[in-house]
């Protein structure tokens, strides 16, 4: 899957992701390491990338309504949990292909994760 890291995604979140055999590309590779929110859903819907980001800006559905991005997962992540919400979204990954995530908002926690879906 195809993964555009938000600049607020941890480091070793992008590794994990590699390591799983995900194409990440991170704002900093793409010289846009300071871009706007805006800007950053542009790139990834330019790119056909899914947002990676731990920015809980992304996760107001009506500045940002699910069905109008190739997808977006928040990461609700601080350095001491981050183990645990690895662990949900490794696992969330693995059952959920590509197009699953199309206009979809996903949250992940340490617990879980949610899906909001674009209403057609």
């Known amino acids: 899957m195809k993964i555009l890291a938000d600049h607020?995604?941890?480091g070793k979140t992008v590794k994990l992701l590699q390591a799983q055999?995900?194409?990440v590309i991170t704002l900093k590779e793409l010289n846009q390491a300071d871009a706007e929110d805006s800007q950053v859903l542009s790139l990834a819907q330019s790119l056909d990338a899914v947002l990676v980001t731990n920015d809980k800006g992304f996760g107001n559905i009506l500045m940002y309504p699910p069905a109008q991005y190739s997808g977006i997962i928040?990461?609700?992540?601080?350095?001491?949990?981050?183990?645990?919400?690895h662990r949900i979204l490794l696992?969330?990954?693995?059952?959920?292909?590509?197009?699953?995530?199309?206009?979809?908002?996903?949250?992940?926690?340490?617990?879980?994760y949610r899906i909001r879906k674009r209403v057609s």
Not at 99 to 110: F, K, M, N, Q
Request: glycine share 4%; charged share 30%.
């Open 8 to 10: 607020c995604v941890y």
């Open 74 to 85: 928040l990461l609700r992540m601080t350095a001491a949990n981050q183990q645990r919400v």
């Open 91 to 112: 696992d969330f990954l693995k059952t959920h292909d590509r197009e699953a995530l199309r206009g979809a908002r996903v949250v992940i926690d340490t617990h879980t």
């Open 21 to 23: 055999g995900h194409e």
